[in-house]
């Protein structure tokens, strides 16, 4: 089914986009500032360094971080989880809503896990930029936040 070109919000119209346009516009319209994409692409280049040769699933093993899942779909107000990253228990649990998507989301949280000092919304920008470099997506992981 194609959508109509004229229809707001419309995430596929989003990922036909150069990719530093989509990453402007995916983060506009969850409400957010206009991310620093030369701070966020250095931020990600370093990132991928460390990463070197390894999956994802490796590098998190190596950091002692293990990987569960949980039946639960835990949401705070209107925002649901896909996953949560805890580095103190060294533990990445993957939620419901991960299934399908869950190696992106691996990789999302391996950029947080390798980069624990980028922080904020910063750090969502470079963590879906580096899943989406990771996985060779054409579009910017952070499109599987907006709604519908
Ligand atoms: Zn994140």
């Known amino acids: 089914m194609s959508k109509s070109k004229s229809e707001e919000g ?21 409400g957010r500032r206009p991310p620093d994409l030369a701070r966020a692409h250095r931020e990600v280049a370093s990132a991928l360094a460390r990463l070197g040769t390894r999956t994802p699933r490796e590098a998190l093993a190596d950091l002692g971080v293990a990987i569960a899942l949980s039946g639960d779909d835990p949401s705070i107000g209107t925002t649901t989880f896909r996953a949560l990253l805890d580095l103190e228990e060294r533990t990445l649990t993957l939620y419901p809503r991960a299934s399908g998507v869950a190696d992106v989301v691996i990789a999302h949280e391996t950029f947080h896990a390798l980069s624990p000092h980028v922080s904020g919304a910063h750090a969502e920008v470079c ?8 996985q060779g997506l054409s579009w910017y992981a952070g499109l599987l936040d907006l709604p519908g």
């Not at 419309?10 to 969850?30: G, I, T, W, Y």
């Not at 963590?127 to 990771?134: G, R, Y």
């Open 10 to 30: 419309s995430q596929e119209d989003l990922h036909a986009l150069p990719l530093d346009v989509q990453v402007e516009a995916c983060e506009v319209r969850l």
């Open 127 to 134: 963590a879906n930029l580096f899943a989406t470099a990771v």
